[in-house]
T-cell receptor, first 115, second 115 residues
């Protein structure tokens, strides 16, 4: 079974600064996918970014990028030029590709952007 | 043009009652899921269906019975509600078991409160 660990329950950062949220996971799978989801106070679950384990290149989506270290089983999220709208819970999630697709979530990091 | 819609958004009821939550997606996806988010924000898979067939049942009590009349709908019926069932329930959908880590799209959640 897979496990996902987010060791930072809460973080805060000044607006416009850069912040990195950490995530580690444990799996015996060789082929898998990793995701970051954002849950603002509105309760929606919004996909932020997705990474295929077989790709060495780190995924980026505008101000969001990941640092994927497969050997270390680490998948951190970097948010550049943070904005007030980035205030949310951030969940790291592990997905298996075939036949038994489900997301295994970490416990989340509550990120607050300070004006 | 809501992609994944759940009804109701809020549900307050007495212990021992039976209730249902409905979910519909208009994305043309063939896989749908139910997740439970507890009071500590931890998200856990409950069920998934692919083309109306159950493919994941994560040791959920028999009081929970999902039903998928077609691939665009996945409803959750809960019998004999208990205090521990209080949570936010999220429906999600994705394209295709076996297509490799397709992102899951979430509904806005249903907050269930048991009195």
């Amino acid at each position: 079974a897979q496990t996902v660990t987010q060791s930072q329950p809460e973080m805060s950062v000044q607006e416009a600064e850069t912040v990195t949220l950490s995530c580690t996971y444990d799996t015996s799978e060789s082929n898998y996918y990793l995701f970051w989801y954002k849950q603002p106070p509105s309760r929606q679950m919004i996909l932020v970014i997705r990474q295929e384990a077989y790709k060495q290149q780190n995924a980026t989506e505008n101000r969001f990028s990941v640092n994927f270290q497969k050997a270390a089983k680490s998948f951190s999220l970097k948010i550049s030029d943070s904005q007030l709208g980035d205030t949310a819970m951030y969940f790291c999630a592990f997905g298996t590709p075939f036949g038994n697709e489900k997301l295994t979530f970490g416990t989340g990091t509550r990120l607050t952007i300070i004006p | 043009d809501t992609a994944v819609s759940q009804t109701p958004k809020y549900l307050v009821t007495q212990m021992g009652n039976d209730k249902s939550i409905k979910c519909e997606q208009n994305l043309g996806h063939d896989t749908m899921y139910w997740y439970k988010q507890d009071s500590k924000k931890f998200l856990k898979i409950m069920f998934s269906y692919n083309n109306k067939e159950l493919i994941i049942n994560e040791t959920v009590p028999n009081r929970f019975s999902p039903k998928s009349p077609d691939k665009a709908h996945l409803n959750l019926h809960i019998n004999s509600l208990e205090l521990g069932d209080s949570a936010v329930y999220f429906c999600a959908s994705s394209q295709g078991a076996g297509l490799g880590g397709q992102p899951q799209h979430f509904g806005d959640g249903t907050r269930l409160s048991i009195l």
